[in-house]
Structure formats: structure tokens, C-alpha cells
């Protein structure tokens, strides 16, 4: 344990970084425990009737950590033909990122326009970072159960556009979200979550940071969303929170521990900084008439940044959008309330501010040691064989929203890198004729080692499903021993476990040492059971007339 002082007097106690060598252990640990890990308390809950229980059970956490599979060979020609995503070469992903202190506010009903729905070249990745999301104690365990009012209103206008919920994770009114397109789930791997608490000397998730974390095609990538402390003077505090939290925060990956260890890192969220120094009559007459940039100057994490140098590694683009607080709610009116007295003190309007901010920081590359410079050239770097480039082409907020005092903002990215690989870990596919009416047959091959695990599980899913948690129904793999690599192993599903109606599904291997799916099958065809007749799902049609 050693002690974390911050600029402004504040301590924080933080467990020492676990160090190479006994991550390195824990890994080889994990590997010679390959058959039997992956929930292994799970064993003592056979009892529960699906995965999505027992996982829930073992990772103890609120995160919903599952990603969903659709159609792989369809959707990934779609992409393809675009000429986005080539074998070989260098590729472009687009990435869209939204960030939104929400007040408490429930969701509005639509969401499109904050989406960018049709948009071209069209998205491919969304991260929506939210503050402030309602966590009464009441609503804050009915979420624990089910997802929240916000999770739901962007998973149902993004799953029939072909997105699935990658992961989330939340810690109080801190809300992080990942989608991605159906074609890119076999390729994001090793998602893990994590959080940090500011609020109230540390021990208060009202303030803090969330993170998501992957493997993009073998690029290292890492989400933070973060709430910083609030009001005009507390610039100081807000650097050391946000240094901290990059400081605390760590994952069970010895190639990336630590935030600032990834290839890419993104940060969104409530900052809080504030517009020093300039009076309310200046700044909205700035606003008003467009001179945005006299106000850059006094921005407190542009002047933070002059002076700190782990602040300098992170990039952000021009500020040509209105400060996205303080609103009258419903309204683009900046704050017209009252000053109010607070136990004695007298309130003020609160001035407009870029509170609500989205930055990005790309590794540096490691200075050489001597050895590096006595090294031979041709040596090549593997951060030049895989480089990533990140361009920002869209930095700006979105006014028609009023459920909140703040405003969205909304960034786009143009992700250009070259894929590590293109080939799933797991080949999955049905065999010969699905329909309720007879047990049904599925084939998958393992055709890249990895760590399984006889708690893996393969879903059915109907096209255009939300998250892993919305299967039909699933099979788990081997039961007694694990497939050698090229094996081709040969599962039955029960005719009772397919549905009865017609459609289109797609099945998916989940790993659960991986935590992620790592094989999707094509879509297929189940066909009506007769059944359906019978039990009254499907109207019987006589001599062309329902019955």
C-alpha cells in the first residue's frame, strides 16, 4: 500500500501494481488450470436453470458483461464490400461517442438523432458515457435485476440496426455503454470492466470513473467515462481525481494493467471544468454572438493543461460548439433561476461552461534503451507493424435535447489500423434442418488455442436480439473434456429448446474465460412447427381461410 497525494491536500491510500512476474505466475496458473477454470464456484450452482444466472452469480459485479451474436458471413460481406474493412492492409472503423450528464432525467423516446443513425460511411463502434443516471436506492436495486430505463431505450434503436450490446458497466449514476456491429464481435476480446470511486474522500461512487476495456482485432483499447468534482474552484481537485483515477484503476491483463498501458485510451464524461475568471454578461455575449473563441483562453482544462504534462498526452478537438452547461431544462436557455440561499450562503446562476468533454491519447512509443540503439535495424517494432491512427471528424453537441441541464456531446473517429488477425476463434455452424418438430444438430471447431472452458455455452438467438441475455436458448459444450484445436465436435439440441415459429437466428460460442463471443454462424432458417398449429400460435389455414 502507498499513499497518493494530491495538488490540493487530498490522500488517497492505493494497493501497490501487481508486478510483472506475478502476473506472468497468475497466467501460467491460469493456463495449467485450463479445465477446470472459468466459474469454477459456478459447479456449486448446477442447480440454476441458464449461464445468464450463474455468471451473473460468479462475477459479482452489477456490469453486464455478455455480447450477442447475429449473422457473421452476411453481415461481414456487407462490411466488407464497403471496402472499410479489407484483409490485409490497412483498415477503417468508425467509432461514435457520446457523452451526456443526464440529470436524473428519464430517457427520452427518441434517441435517433443522438445516434447519427444514417450516417456515412456508417458506424461501426458506440461508446455513450452517462453522469447522473437515477440511483435512488430503490431504482438503483430494480436495475440491479434488469437493465435500466437508458440501457434500454439505446439497445432497442440500435439491435434492429445490427448492433449488439458489447458489455456495460455502471457504479452509481456512472453509466457506460458499448455497442458494436455484429461482424466485429469475434474480434473484440478480453473485455473487462472496472471502477473508481472519488466521491466523499473515496468511499462515494457519486463521483469517480467507469472503464470499459478490449482487444479490437488485437488493438488495445480502453474507455473511461469520469464525474468530476463540480463548482468554479475545484479545478485543482478535478486534475488530481482524474490523475488518480488513471493511477487506481487496473485489469487482469499483463499486456495492458493500466489504463494508460492500452494502444488507444478515450475519455468522456462530466469534467466539470469550468470558465475562469470571465463575468456571466461576457460569456453569454460571446455565446450569442458567436465568438466562441474568446472564451478558450479561460477554459480551465485547456489552462491545466499548459502545466501538466499527463494532461498534454491527451488530445481533444476545437471547442466550436456552445458550452453544454448550464440549461433551463426543455430549453436553450441558459440558467435563469433564481439565486437561492443554501444554509446561509448566498447561490449564484451558474455561469455556461464546457463541463461535458471528450478526449482521446494515443501511447507514446517507449524511448529505446542503449541496448534498443545498439540493436540490429531491421528489428521491427511491433507498435509500427500494428500501428493504430485515431482522426477525430466530428466534435460537437446536440441542442435539441432538454430532458437535462446539460447537453449532449458527440464526438466521431475514424479508426485506421491493420488487423492482428481476421479469423474466429471458433467455427460454428447448424446442420441440415431446424424446426421444433425434431431434435436439432450443430457443429463448431476450435481453430485457434485458446483458454475454454467446459462452462463455454453456444446460444440461439433470433435476429435482431439486444444482448447475449436475449438467447432462445443454449447448449453448453463438452461436459467432461475440452476440444483439441481442428476437432470437430457435434452437439444435439432438444426439439422441446427450439422455437415453435419460424425464423431467422443465428447461434453464437460465448467463452467465458475470454468474455466474449468468439464464433458466430451464419444466419439460418429455423422453419414453423406443426406444433405451432396445434398450440395455437399460428392461425390453421383452411381452403385459403384463417380459422
Same mark, same amino acid.
Given at each position: 500500500?502507498?499513499?497518493?497525494?494530491?495538488?490540493?491536500?487530498?490522500?488517497?491510500?492505493?494497493?501497490?501494481?501487481?508486478? %510483472?512476474?506475478?502476473?506472468?505466475?497468475?497466467? %501460467?496458473?491460469?493456463?495449467? =488450470?485450463?479445465?477446470?477454470?472459468?466459474?469454477?464456484?459456478?459447479?456449486?450452482?448446477?442447480?440454476?436453470?441458464?449461464?445468464?444466472?450463474? +455468471?451473473?452469480?460468479?462475477?459479482?459485479?452489477?456490469?453486464?458483461?455478455?455480447?450477442?451474436?447475429?449473422?457473421?458471413? %452476411?453481415?461481414?460481406?456487407?462490411?466488407?464490400?464497403?471496402?472499410?474493412?479489407?484483409?490485409?492492409?490497412?483498415?477503417?472503423?468508425?467509432?461514435?461517442?457520446?457523452?451526456? =450528464?443526464?440529470?436524473?432525467?428519464?430517457?427520452?423516446?427518441?434517441?435517433?438523432?443522438?445516434?447519427?443513425?444514417?450516417?456515412?460511411?456508417?458506424?461501426?463502434?458506440?461508446?455513450?458515457?452517462?453522469?447522473?443516471?437515477?440511483?435512488?436506492?430503490?431504482?438503483?436495486?430494480?436495475?440491479?435485476?434488469?437493465?435500466?430505463?437508458?440501457?434500454?431505450?439505446?439497445?432497442? %434503436?440500435?439491435?434492429?440496426?445490427?448492433?449488439?450490446?458489447?458489455?456495460?458497466?455502471?457504479?452509481?449514476?456512472?453509466?457506460?455503454?458499448?455497442?458494436?456491429?455484429?461482424?466485429?464481435?469475434?474480434?473484440?476480446?478480453?473485455?473487462?470492466?472496472?471502477?473508481?470511486?472519488?466521491?466523499?474522500?473515496?468511499?462515494?461512487?457519486?463521483?469517480?470513473?467507469?472503464?470499459?476495456?478490449?482487444?479490437?482485432?488485437?488493438?488495445?483499447?480502453?474507455?473511461?467515462?469520469?464525474?468530476?468534482?463540480?463548482?468554479?474552484?475545484?479545478?485543482?481537485?478535478?486534475?488530481?481525481?482524474?490523475?488518480?483515477?488513471?493511477?487506481?484503476?487496473?485489469?487482469?491483463?499483463?499486456?495492458?494493467?493500466?489504463?494508460?498501458?492500452?494502444?488507444?485510451?478515450?475519455?468522456?464524461?462530466?469534467?466539470?471544468?469550468?470558465?475562469?475568471?470571465?463575468?456571466?454578461?461576457?460569456?453569454?455575449?460571446?455565446?450569442?454572438?458567436?465568438?466562441?473563441?474568446?472564451?478558450?483562453?479561460?477554459? *480551465?482544462?485547456?489552462?491545466?493543461?499548459?502545466?501538466?504534462?499527463?494532461?498534454?498526452? +491527451?488530445?481533444?478537438?476545437?471547442?466550436?460548439?456552445?458550452?453544454?452547461?448550464?440549461?433551463?431544462?426543455?430549453?436553450?436557455?441558459?440558467?435563469?433561476?433564481?439565486?437561492?440561499?443554501? +444554509?446561509?450562503?448566498?447561490?449564484?446562476?451558474?455561469?455556461?461552461?464546457?463541463?461535458?468533454?471528450?478526449?482521446?491519447?494515443?501511447?507514446?512509443?517507449?524511448?529505446?534503451?542503449?541496448?534498443?540503439?545498439?540493436?540490429?535495424?531491421?528489428?521491427?517494432?511491433?507498435?509500427?507493424?500494428?500501428?493504430?491512427?485515431?482522426?477525430?471528424?466530428?466534435?460537437?453537441?446536440?441542442?435539441?435535447?432538454?430532458?437535462?441541464?446539460?447537453?449532449?456531446?458527440?464526438?466521431?473517429?475514424?479508426?485506421?489500423?491493420?488487423?492482428?488477425?481476421?479469423?474466429?476463434?471458433?467455427?460454428?455452424?447448424?446442420?441440415?434442418?431446424?424446426?421444433?418438430? *425434431?431434435?436439432?444438430?450443430?457443429?463448431?471447431?476450435?481453430?485457434?488455442?485458446?483458454?475454454?472452458?467446459?462452462?463455454?455455452?453456444?446460444?440461439?438467438?433470433?435476429?435482431?436480439?439486444?444482448?447475449?441475455?436475449?438467447?432462445?436458448?443454449?447448449?453448453?459444450?463438452?461436459?467432461?473434456?475440452?476440444?483439441?484445436?481442428?476437432?470437430?465436435?457435434?452437439?444435439?439440441?432438444?426439439?422441446?429448446?427450439?422455437?415453435?415459429?419460424?425464423? *431467422?437466428?443465428?447461434?453464437?460460442?460465448?467463452?467465458?474465460?475470454?468474455?466474449?463471443?468468439?464464433?458466430?454462424?451464419? =444466419?439460418?432458417?429455423?422453419?414453423?412447427?406443426?406444433?405451432?398449429?396445434?398450440?395455437?400460435?399460428?392461425?390453421?389455414?383452411?381452403?385459403?381461410?384463417?380459422?
Amino acid at each position: 500500500m502507498f499513499r497518493f497525494k494530491s495538488r490540493a491536500g487530498c490522500v488517497w491510500d492505493l494497493a501497490p501494481r501487481r508486478g %510483472t512476474a506475478e502476473r506472468k505466475v497468475k497466467a %501460467t496458473e491460469k493456463r495449467r =488450470n485450463s479445465q477446470t477454470t472459468g466459474l469454477t464456484v459456478g459447479k456449486q450452482i448446477e442447480s440454476l436453470d441458464s449461464p445468464l444466472e450463474i +455468471f451473473i452469480i460468479c462475477a459479482q459485479g452489477v456490469c453486464s458483461f455478455f455480447q450477442t451474436p447475429q449473422e457473421r458471413d %452476411t453481415a461481414k460481406g456487407e462490411e466488407m464490400s464497403t471496402g472499410r474493412f479489407r484483409s490485409g492492409g490497412r483498415d477503417k472503423c468508425r467509432l461514435h461517442m457520446v457523452t451526456w =450528464n443526464v440529470a436524473t432525467a428519464e430517457p427520452p423516446e427518441d434517441v435517433s438523432s443522438l445516434l447519427q443513425l444514417d450516417v456515412q460511411p456508417p458506424t461501426d463502434l458506440y461508446v455513450i458515457g452517462l453522469q447522473e443516471v437515477s440511483s435512488s436506492p430503490v431504482r438503483f436495486i430494480s436495475d440491479l435485476l434488469m437493465e435500466d430505463s437508458w440501457s434500454h431505450v439505446f439497445m432497442d %434503436t440500435l439491435a434492429p440496426r445490427g448492433f449488439i450490446k458489447v458489455t456495460s458497466v455502471r457504479m452509481q449514476g456512472l453509466l457506460l455503454l458499448v455497442f458494436a456491429k455484429q461482424v466485429h464481435l469475434p474480434y473484440i476480446r478480453d473485455i473487462q470492466t472496472t471502477y473508481t470511486r472519488t466521491g466523499i474522500f473515496g468511499y462515494w461512487g457519486n463521483k469517480g470513473g467507469v472503464s470499459v476495456r478490449f482487444s479490437f482485432y488485437g488493438h488495445m483499447v480502453c474507455f473511461l467515462n469520469c464525474h468530476l468534482a463540480a463548482h468554479m474552484n475545484y479545478a485543482l481537485q478535478r486534475v488530481d481525481e482524474f490523475e488518480y483515477i488513471l493511477e487506481a484503476q487496473d485489469f487482469d491483463i499483463s499486456e495492458s494493467p493500466h489504463v494508460l498501458d492500452h494502444k488507444v485510451v478515450f475519455c468522456l464524461g462530466d469534467l466539470n471544468f469550468r470558465i475562469a475568471d470571465h463575468g456571466l454578461h461576457f460569456l453569454r455575449s460571446s455565446i450569442n454572438s458567436g465568438r466562441l473563441n474568446l472564451l478558450w483562453s479561460k477554459d *480551465q482544462l485547456l489552462m491545466m493543461k499548459k502545466n501538466e504534462a499527463f494532461l498534454q498526452e +491527451f488530445e481533444e478537438g476545437p471547442l466550436n460548439f456552445k458550452p453544454t452547461y448550464k440549461f433551463d431544462r426543455n430549453s436553450d436557455t441558459y440558467d435563469t433561476s433564481s439565486p437561492k440561499t443554501w +444554509f446561509g450562503f448566498n447561490g449564484k446562476k451558474r455561469k455556461p461552461a464546457w463541463t461535458d468533454r471528450i478526449l482521446w491519447r494515443i501511447k507514446p512509443k517507449d524511448l529505446p534503451s542503449e541496448d534498443d540503439e545498439k540493436a540490429s535495424t531491421s528489428t521491427t517494432d511491433g507498435q509500427d507493424e500494428y500501428p493504430i491512427m485515431v482522426t477525430q471528424d466530428k466534435y460537437t453537441s446536440d441542442m435539441s435535447y432538454g430532458v437535462s441541464d446539460h447537453k449532449p456531446v458527440i464526438a466521431t473517429f475514424s479508426l485506421e489500423l491493420r488487423k492482428c488477425f481476421d479469423t474466429p476463434m471458433v467455427h460454428i455452424s447448424p446442420v441440415g434442418v431446424w424446426s421444433g418438430d *425434431q431434435d436439432a444438430v450443430l457443429t463448431y471447431t476450435v481453430q485457434e488455442d485458446f483458454m475454454s472452458s467446459t462452462w463455454d455455452w453456444i446460444g440461439l438467438y433470433k435476429v435482431g436480439f439486444k444482448s447475449a441475455s436475449d438467447y432462445e436458448t443454449f447448449v453448453w459444450v463438452r461436459e467432461n473434456e475440452l476440444p483439441e484445436t481442428n476437432e470437430v465436435i457435434q452437439i444435439s439440441v432438444d426439439k422441446d429448446e427450439i422455437p415453435l415459429l419460424g425464423g *431467422q437466428y443465428v447461434l453464437g460460442y460465448y467463452s467465458t474465460n475470454m468474455g466474449s463471443i468468439i464464433g458466430l454462424s451464419s =444466419n439460418f432458417q429455423i422453419l414453423e412447427s406443426k406444433r405451432a398449429v396445434m398450440e395455437g400460435l399460428v392461425p390453421e389455414i383452411i381452403n385459403g381461410i384463417n380459422k
